[in-house]
């Protein structure tokens, strides 16, 4: 982690060294930092001119200790890497939060709603998932956040956008009704305890051969898809814009002609970049042929990553989909480099980009590995009644009494609290 975080520290500074790119808004510019700890010193370290103040931190986020101001848009990488989702970096899902309150996941692959817990974000506020395709490291963590953000405090239902496939068993209907099939156990027996509503799912599912069609509009904020070319018809790529800004998210897909036509003047492009082919073979055991299907057919290599990049010119470019350490990213990054000299981060789980008229920043967030689900203004509903108790006779029979310890222990708290 440590590593990750020079790392990204490092990148900063070499990109504002090469190309004048700087931190500059949301009181993050070191400068800026440096004056309001109360010193004039601008030689960019930062400073604490009372024993007893604080200092800011211009290379991390701390979720829940600062707002986003209402022009701005806060994106933040809750999964980044491979399929095998690995403790140290989940699979892929974006969290996009919007100055006007709104919030959306784009994805939410294996493993990532660990991340995504960290942000303290109330489970109410995280309601509209874009699936961009049905791999599981797109779409694997949905039991997390439907259950537990179910039993977190989620009000209302889960909203799911993903594209319908070539036929009805390949599409985002099909995957959730059956999703919510094999959940089936989960659902009913949460319904009759704690409530219903929030164990809903709504799924809006779109045709994946829109090109460049509406798939939500609301409160300022439109979403289209265009189709992407990834193992099979289905994907799509996403493309935000509120507030005259535009953040791309490619999912997974080879270079395809409708992304160059349709993610131009954009302010985050989020492209997944693979492994190199060296890579692929080395650290991931694949056969030569399978390391450049993955590099050449299905996924966007380095060196595509970076053409890309340098004919769409977004104001800041991001590569995920790898497995990012000492040991490949500087190889990944010097192979982008042959196509491309622009702002670019190389995505790291909990890597956060605040966007503003002022310029894009990157920074790491520090968040609570022991974060707890954080309340929003809406109480929770009651348990549904319309549901059957779901305990039969046999197994109440089985009950062991142990009211002579319980009764005594809980009757001050059933007293205070009303309980019978
Ligand atoms: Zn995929
Ligand atoms: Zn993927």
């Not at 006007?100 to 990532?112: A, E, P, V, Y």
């Not at 791999?135 to 997390?144: K, V």
Request: net charge negative; proline share 6%.
């Amino acid at each position: 982690m440590r590593n990750k975080i020079l790392f990204a520290g490092c990148m900063i500074l070499a990109v504002g060294v090469a190309i004048g790119y700087y931190v500059s808004e949301s009181g993050l510019n070191l400068v800026d930092s440096v004056q309001a700890a109360g010193g004039g010193d601008t030689s960019g370290r930062a400073m604490m001119a009372d024993p007893n103040g604080t200092v800011t931190d211009p290379f991390h986020y701390h979720p829940g200790t600062e707002p986003l101001g209402k022009d701005e848009i806060r994106v933040i990488a809750c999964g980044t890497g491979m399929p095998a989702a690995r403790r140290g970096q989940a699979a892929s899902c974006f969290v996009v939060e919007l100055g006007n309150g709104d919030k959306f996941l784009f994805d939410i692959g294996t493993g990532s709603m660990r991340n995504v817990m960290g942000l303290s974000i109330p489970a109410d506020y995280l309601t509209k998932v874009f699936l961009s395709h049905l791999h599981t490291d797109h779409w694997g963590d949905l039991d997390a956040l439907w259950a537990g953000g179910w039993t977190g405090g989620r009000t209302t239902p889960l909203n799911v956008w993903g594209p319908a496939g070539s036929r009805e068993d390949m599409g985002t209907k099909y995957a959730v009704e059956n999703f919510l099939r094999a959940n089936n156990w989960d659902y009913v027996t949460r319904a009759v305890k704690i409530s219903s509503v929030p164990g809903s799912i709504i799924i809006h599912e779109f045709d994946y051969k829109g090109i460049n069609e509406v798939v939500y509009e609301e409160n300022g904020v439109v979403i289209r898809t265009i189709p992407a070319v990834h193992a099979g018809d289905g994907p799509v790529s996403f493309i935000l814009e509120w507030n005259d800004y535009k953040v791309v998210y490619a999912g997974d897909t080879a270079p395809n002609k409708w992304f160059m036509e349709y993610c131009q003047d954009v302010d985050l492009l989020i492209n997944e970049c693979m492994l190199t082919p060296e890579q692929l073979m080395r650290f991931y055991g694949q056969p030569p042929q399978r390391a450049m299907m993955m590099q050449q057919d299905i996924h966007t290599s380095a060196q595509a990553f970076g053409k890309i990049a340098s004919v769409l010119e977004p104001r800041h470019a991001v590569a995920y989909h790898f497995f990012n350490e000492e040991g490949t990213r500087y190889e990944i990054y010097e192979a982008i480099r042959t196509t491309y000299d622009g702002p670019l981060s190389m995505a790291d789980d909990n890597m956060v980009w605040n966007i503003s008229r002022d310029g894009v920043t990157e920074r790491m967030v520090v968040s609570n590995d022991d974060a707890w689900d954080t309340a929003g203004p809406t109480p929770p509903p009651g348990p549904d009644h319309k549901f059957p108790h779901q305990e039969s006779q046999f197994i109440l029979d089985g009950r062991w009494d142990v009211s002579d310890v319980e009764d005594p222990a809980f009757a001050d708290f059933k007293e205070k609290h009303g309980l019978k």
